[in-house]
Protein backbone atom coordinates (compact mmCIF):
# COMPACT_ATOMS: atom_id res chain seq x y z
CA UNK A 1 0.00 0.00 0.00
CA UNK A 2 1.44 3.24 -0.89
CA UNK A 3 0.92 6.49 1.19
CA UNK A 4 1.33 10.26 0.75
CA UNK A 5 2.47 12.40 3.44
CA UNK A 6 1.93 16.10 3.22
CA UNK A 7 3.55 17.39 6.40
CA UNK A 8 5.62 20.69 6.90
CA UNK A 9 7.14 19.94 9.87
CA UNK A 10 10.59 18.08 9.65
CA UNK A 11 10.61 16.30 13.01
CA UNK A 12 7.03 15.12 12.52
CA UNK A 13 7.16 13.85 8.92
CA UNK A 14 10.66 12.11 9.09
CA UNK A 15 8.87 10.21 12.08
CA UNK A 16 5.71 9.65 10.37
CA UNK A 17 7.49 8.40 6.92
CA UNK A 18 9.83 5.78 9.64
CA UNK A 19 7.09 4.52 11.39
CA UNK A 20 4.88 4.04 8.10
CA UNK A 21 7.26 2.40 6.40
CA UNK A 22 8.19 -0.07 9.12
CA UNK A 23 4.39 -1.10 8.95
CA UNK A 24 5.05 -1.97 5.35
CA UNK A 25 3.96 1.18 3.47
CA UNK A 26 5.51 2.74 0.54
CA UNK A 27 5.57 6.20 1.62
CA UNK A 28 6.39 9.92 -0.37
CA UNK A 29 6.65 12.78 0.96
CA UNK A 30 6.09 16.15 0.72
CA UNK A 31 6.47 19.39 2.48
CA UNK A 32 4.17 21.66 1.16
CA UNK A 33 1.03 22.11 -0.28
CA UNK A 34 1.66 22.59 -3.70
CA UNK A 35 4.10 19.99 -3.87
CA UNK A 36 1.56 17.83 -2.14
CA UNK A 37 -1.27 18.56 -4.33
CA UNK A 38 1.01 17.87 -7.89
CA UNK A 39 1.99 14.35 -6.21
CA UNK A 40 -1.62 13.73 -4.94
CA UNK A 41 -2.73 14.82 -8.56
CA UNK A 42 -0.24 13.16 -10.70
CA UNK A 43 0.24 9.80 -8.92
CA UNK A 44 -2.13 6.75 -7.41
CA UNK A 45 -2.20 6.28 -3.68
CA UNK A 46 -3.74 4.48 -1.50
CA UNK A 47 -4.10 7.22 0.99
CA UNK A 48 -2.87 10.70 2.50
CA UNK A 49 -2.14 12.29 5.53
CA UNK A 50 -2.69 16.01 4.97
CA UNK A 51 -2.07 18.58 7.47
CA UNK A 52 -4.18 21.61 7.45
CA UNK A 53 -1.24 24.60 7.92
CA UNK A 54 0.85 24.04 5.11
CA UNK A 55 3.05 26.56 2.95
CA UNK A 56 2.31 27.75 -0.10
CA UNK A 57 -1.29 26.18 -0.33
CA UNK A 58 -3.02 25.63 2.89
CA UNK A 59 -4.07 21.69 3.02
CA UNK A 60 -8.19 22.73 2.48
CA UNK A 61 -7.23 24.09 -0.70
CA UNK A 62 -5.50 21.16 -1.92
CA UNK A 63 -7.82 18.48 -0.56
CA UNK A 64 -10.42 20.59 -2.30
CA UNK A 65 -9.16 20.70 -5.58
CA UNK A 66 -8.14 17.01 -5.53
CA UNK A 67 -12.10 16.28 -4.80
CA UNK A 68 -12.97 18.74 -7.61
CA UNK A 69 -10.50 16.90 -10.27
CA UNK A 70 -11.96 13.64 -8.76
CA UNK A 71 -9.44 11.95 -7.15
CA UNK A 72 -10.56 9.63 -4.52
CA UNK A 73 -8.13 8.20 -2.51
CA UNK A 74 -9.17 8.30 1.83
CA UNK A 75 -7.58 11.45 3.47
CA UNK A 76 -6.25 11.51 6.67
CA UNK A 77 -6.20 15.13 8.21
CA UNK A 78 -3.61 16.43 10.40
CA UNK A 79 -4.27 19.79 12.51
CA UNK A 80 -3.18 21.47 15.53
CA UNK A 81 -6.60 23.58 15.35
CA UNK A 82 -8.68 22.15 17.97
CA UNK A 83 -12.22 24.35 16.92
CA UNK A 84 -15.16 22.71 15.89
CA UNK A 85 -15.10 24.97 12.90
CA UNK A 86 -11.56 23.92 11.00
CA UNK A 87 -12.83 19.86 11.62
CA UNK A 88 -16.14 20.34 9.82
CA UNK A 89 -14.30 22.15 7.07
CA UNK A 90 -11.94 19.56 6.66
CA UNK A 91 -14.76 17.14 6.38
CA UNK A 92 -16.84 19.10 4.24
CA UNK A 93 -13.78 19.88 1.92
CA UNK A 94 -13.65 16.40 1.48
CA UNK A 95 -11.40 14.85 4.08
CA UNK A 96 -12.50 11.19 5.44
CA UNK A 97 -10.80 11.00 9.30
CA UNK A 98 -8.97 13.58 11.36
CA UNK A 99 -6.70 14.09 14.18
CA UNK A 100 -5.70 16.50 16.05
CA UNK A 101 -2.18 17.59 16.86
CA UNK A 102 -0.50 16.02 19.46
CA UNK A 103 -1.54 12.12 18.28
CA UNK A 104 -0.20 8.85 19.28
CA UNK A 105 1.41 7.38 15.91
CA UNK A 106 -0.03 3.98 16.45
CA UNK A 107 -3.67 5.63 16.59
CA UNK A 108 -2.81 7.32 13.10
CA UNK A 109 -1.90 3.81 11.41
CA UNK A 110 -4.90 1.98 13.01
CA UNK A 111 -6.82 4.86 11.54
CA UNK A 112 -4.98 4.83 8.34
CA UNK A 113 -5.75 1.02 7.75
CA UNK A 114 -9.36 1.36 8.95
CA UNK A 115 -9.48 3.98 5.60
CA UNK A 116 -8.00 1.71 3.46
CA UNK A 117 -9.74 -1.16 4.50
CA UNK A 118 -12.77 0.81 3.95
CA UNK A 119 -11.92 1.85 0.21
CA UNK A 120 -11.55 -1.52 -0.72
CA UNK A 121 -14.86 -2.80 0.70
CA UNK A 122 -12.71 -4.74 3.06
CA UNK A 123 -14.82 -4.00 7.02
CA UNK A 124 -11.95 -6.50 8.55
CA UNK A 125 -8.38 -6.22 9.68
CA UNK A 126 -8.09 -9.97 8.86
CA UNK A 127 -8.29 -10.46 5.18
CA UNK A 128 -8.44 -14.01 3.59
CA UNK A 129 -8.51 -15.77 0.79
CA UNK A 130 -8.63 -19.65 1.45
CA UNK A 131 -6.28 -20.97 4.24
CA UNK A 132 -4.06 -17.88 3.42
CA UNK A 133 -5.12 -14.89 5.96
CA UNK A 134 -2.96 -11.65 6.61
CA UNK A 135 -3.91 -9.73 9.47
CA UNK A 136 -3.28 -5.93 8.76
CA UNK A 137 -2.88 -4.83 12.01
CA UNK A 138 0.18 -7.09 13.23
CA UNK A 139 1.63 -7.71 9.41
CA UNK A 140 1.54 -11.56 9.96
CA UNK A 141 0.39 -14.01 7.41
CA UNK A 142 -0.51 -17.22 8.03
CA UNK A 143 -1.34 -20.86 5.43
CA UNK A 144 -3.50 -23.06 7.51
CA UNK A 145 -2.40 -21.27 10.59
CA UNK A 146 0.73 -22.12 10.41
CA UNK A 147 3.13 -18.43 10.37
CA UNK A 148 4.93 -17.63 6.86
CA UNK A 149 7.69 -15.47 6.59
CA UNK A 150 7.28 -13.06 3.69
CA UNK A 151 10.05 -10.24 2.60
CA UNK A 152 8.48 -6.63 2.75
CA UNK A 153 7.88 -6.47 -1.20
CA UNK A 154 6.34 -9.50 -0.58
CA UNK A 155 3.74 -8.78 1.98
CA UNK A 156 3.32 -5.10 0.12
CA UNK A 157 2.42 -7.29 -3.09
CA UNK A 158 0.36 -9.74 -0.96
CA UNK A 159 -1.19 -6.99 0.99
CA UNK A 160 -2.81 -5.05 -2.14
CA UNK A 161 -3.47 -7.79 -3.56
CA UNK A 162 -5.60 -9.18 -0.65
CA UNK A 163 -7.15 -5.72 -0.48
CA UNK A 164 -8.43 -6.08 -3.77
CA UNK A 165 -9.58 -9.65 -3.72
CA UNK A 166 -11.70 -10.46 -6.68
CA UNK A 167 -10.45 -7.47 -9.17
CA UNK A 168 -7.46 -8.54 -11.85
CA UNK A 169 -4.66 -5.78 -11.08
CA UNK A 170 -2.12 -5.22 -13.68
CA UNK A 171 1.39 -4.84 -13.44
CA UNK A 172 0.92 -1.10 -14.19
CA UNK A 173 -1.52 -0.74 -10.80
CA UNK A 174 1.03 -2.83 -8.79
CA UNK A 175 4.03 -0.95 -9.46
CA UNK A 176 1.98 2.57 -8.81
CA UNK A 177 0.82 1.24 -4.86
CA UNK A 178 3.69 -1.11 -3.49
CA UNK A 179 6.48 1.31 -4.66
CA UNK A 180 7.50 4.89 -3.20
CA UNK A 181 8.15 7.26 -6.00
CA UNK A 182 12.48 6.85 -5.96
CA UNK A 183 11.94 3.41 -5.52
CA UNK A 184 13.51 1.70 -9.33
CA UNK A 185 10.26 0.60 -10.42
CA UNK A 186 11.59 -2.30 -12.39
CA UNK A 187 7.91 -4.11 -13.76
CA UNK A 188 10.11 -7.75 -13.98
CA UNK A 189 10.33 -7.58 -10.25
CA UNK A 190 6.67 -8.35 -9.80
CA UNK A 191 6.55 -11.62 -11.50
CA UNK A 192 9.73 -12.22 -8.93
CA UNK A 193 8.11 -11.42 -6.08
CA UNK A 194 4.76 -13.44 -7.73
CA UNK A 195 6.73 -16.29 -7.97
CA UNK A 196 7.88 -16.13 -4.29
CA UNK A 197 4.41 -15.45 -2.73
CA UNK A 198 3.44 -19.12 -4.94
CA UNK A 199 6.45 -21.37 -3.15
CA UNK A 200 5.59 -20.10 0.26
CA UNK A 201 1.85 -19.83 -0.18
CA UNK A 202 1.17 -22.23 -3.29
CA UNK A 203 1.07 -22.25 -6.63
CA UNK A 204 -2.69 -21.57 -6.80
CA UNK A 205 -2.73 -18.67 -4.46
CA UNK A 206 -1.97 -15.97 -7.14
CA UNK A 207 -3.33 -16.34 -11.14
CA UNK A 208 -1.74 -14.84 -13.89
CA UNK A 209 -4.52 -13.20 -16.48
CA UNK A 210 -2.38 -12.65 -19.60
CA UNK A 211 -2.15 -9.31 -20.69
CA UNK A 212 -3.88 -8.23 -17.79
CA UNK A 213 -2.47 -8.56 -14.52
CA UNK A 214 -2.96 -10.99 -11.46
CA UNK A 215 -5.78 -12.01 -9.18
CA UNK A 216 -6.04 -13.52 -6.30
CA UNK A 217 -7.26 -16.98 -6.10
CA UNK A 218 -9.71 -17.74 -3.51
CA UNK A 219 -11.28 -20.86 -3.57
CA UNK A 220 -14.58 -19.80 -1.23
CA UNK A 221 -15.03 -17.32 -4.61
CA UNK A 222 -15.36 -20.22 -6.61
CA UNK A 223 -17.27 -22.22 -4.25
CA UNK A 224 -20.08 -19.17 -4.02
CA UNK A 225 -20.30 -19.24 -7.74
Known amino acids: ?112 RALIRRASGNASSELTAGDVRLDTRSGKVTLAGEPVKLTAQEYKLLSYLMHHKGKVVSRTEMIEHIYDQDFDRDSNTIEVFVTRIRKKLGQDVITTIRGLGYALNDPEDRNNG
Do not use: C
Open 1 to 112: MRVLIVEDEPTLSRQLRTTLEGAGYAVDLATDGEDGHFLGSSENYDAVVLDLGLPEVDGLTVLDRWRKEGREMPVLVLTARDSWSDKVAGLDAGADDYLTKPFQTEELIARL
